[in-house]
């Protein structure tokens, strides 16, 4: 244990209010920009020059279709045929881009009629087209979407817990400095951080320890509920 938090210190955890992140905390993001760049590498763009276009794109609120009608502009295709290829691509690998121990989670928390919702930053078109393709939409009492990764999200949570202290809120989250942006705002919330490469160690060594007590590394979410895959 990394922190103050152990796995089993929520109580009640499945009558809580959990929110979630998208990219990296249920699904491999990098693993869907890869299939973004390899196919432009195997119609004749280089990686870096596909990689360059989705940067381009994103900035200017990334979808589908910006990506393959750029891309079109590059390679002798047209971006229809681009587009339906790289969909069918990502719904072939839907298995491998959505986190195993992740999606047995969030079945878990249906059949225990857990309240869960979904908090992610990026364009609302391109995140809604991911979580429809990988079935994720099911599980959610509402999907929120924001183009400002701390400070939205934290406006979109008080649009949550309301005037409350977040002591019924447990977030997942990837990325150390939003998690820590909003448990300096709600005194009484829980997170786990699922950590996507190495953790930012100099946050880390500054973290108050008063938020270090609301935070615990959650490497698998099997973790959580051990006892059930016996």
Not at 32 to 45: E, Q, T, V, Y
Not at 154 to 182: C, M, P, S, W, Y
Not at 203 to 222: G, K, T, Y
Request: charged letters at 30%; proline letters at 3%; one cysteine or more.
């Amino acid at each position: 244990m990394i922190c103050g938090v152990s796995f089993n210190c929520v109580n009640n955890l499945f009558n809580k209010i959990l929110v979630f992140d998208l990219d990296d905390t249920l699904i491999n993001a990098q693993a869907i920009k890869d299939i973004l760049f390899n196919f432009a590498g195997k119609s004749g763009c280089p990686r870096e020059r596909a990689q360059n276009i989705y940067r381009n794109i994103r900035d200017d609120g990334f979808t589908l279709e910006k990506y393959t009608e750029a891309l079109s502009g590059v390679v002798d295709k047209k971006a229809e045929d681009i587009l339906g290829r790289i969909r069918a691509e990502i719904i072939r690998c839907k298995d491998a881009l959505v986190h195993k121990d992740a999606l047995e989670f969030l079945e878990l928390c249906k059949s225990k009629q857990t309240r869960l919702h979904l908090l992610t930053f990026g364009a609302s078109s391109w995140q809604k087209e991911k979580i429809q393709m990988f079935g994720l939409d099911k599980y959610f009492q509402e999907a929120i979407f924001t183009d400002n990764e701390a400070s939205g999200k934290l406006r979109e949570l008080e649009k949550i817990i309301g005037d409350g202290t977040g002591e019924q809120v447990v977030l997942f989250n990837d990325k150390l400095k939003e998690i820590v942006a909003i448990l300096e705002r709600y005194p009484e919330i829980v997170a786990y951080l699922r950590p996507v490469g190495k953790i930012d160690d100099e946050l880390w060594a500054v973290l108050d320890p008063s938020l270090r007590h609301r935070l615990e590394v959650l490497p698998n979410f099997r973790l959580l509920s051990p006892e059930i895959y016996v």
